[in-house]
């Protein structure tokens, strides 16, 4: 199975362009105001376009957001995926899935084992699952903190469990990342920027060579 890479908290048609010539096929679009990497949804709307053309998928990225707030999104973007990247309940992961007709992904923040038993509840219900680290904490965002976790903790999982690694990712440690928690999907926000919000052409297209070089040795 050809590994999986979503590039998140993208917001010009440059980082865009970077991360599907790199062969990401997921394209992260954040819809959080205290976020760095909030984008407009007109905006996110022209470059969802752009991503389909290459048949990526774009991703629209939420916390705790209502349903009218993810109801103008769907309407806006048309993306093929939802993240919920907050506190939602197995109930409001199912009512979403079903209100909108898209497919869920529901994000968890991970620092010990125990981390890992809370989207038990969740499974058969969320499509996929996004292990990020835990925020720092005096951190007001959810994800995009640039900290990682002992990634090993993933080995305990079902060889079934469908999840997306998250967290503290950049050109220097995916190889390592992949090794240790054998993930098979990556997302990488902060990583690929060089400031924060900043998304950097450079180090996107970096990321995705050693991500797919390590793929290539793996024999993936």
């Known amino acids: ?5 979503k590039i998140c908290g993208l917001k010009t048609e440059e980082a865009v362009d970077a991360a599907l010539d790199g062969g990401a096929n997921h394209i992260g ?15 996110a709307r022209d470059l969802a376009v752009r991503a389909r053309r290459r048949l990526a998928i774009p ?25 919920l990247h907050g506190k939602e309940s197995p109930t409001r992961v199912a009512d979403v899935r079903a209100k909108f007709g ?11 084992p125990d981390d890992l038993k809370k989207a038990e509840p969740y499974y058969g219900i969320a499509d ?17 903190n640039g900290v990682a976790f002992d990634w090993s903790l993933l080995a305990a999982l ?12 950049d050109a220097e440690n995916v190889a390592e990342a992949l ?18 919000g900043v998304k950097d052409t450079t180090r996107i297209a970096a990321f995705l060579d050693a991500a797919r070089a390590a793929e290539t040795r793996n024999g993936s």
């Open 158 to 169: 079902d060889g079934k469990t469908n999840y997306m690694l998250s967290g503290g990712l």
């Open 29 to 43: 679009f954040i819809f959080f105001e205290k976020s760095p990497r909030n984008v407009e949804r007109e905006v």
């Open 59 to 83: 991703v629209a990225v939420t916390v705790d957001a209502d349903d009218a707030t993810l109801a103008e999104i769907v309407a806006v973007v048309e993306p093929g995926m939802l993240q």
């Open 102 to 112: 898209l497919p869920v992904m529901k994000a968890f923040a991970i620092r010990e």
């Open 128 to 144: 996929r699952f996004l292990f990020d680290a835990k925020p720092p904490a005096n951190s007001e965002l959810p994800g995009g």
């Open 179 to 196: 090794a240790v928690s054998g993930a098979k999907a990556l997302d990488v926000s902060s990583g690929v920027e060089s400031a924060p």
């Open 1 to 5: 199975m050809a590994l999986d890479i």
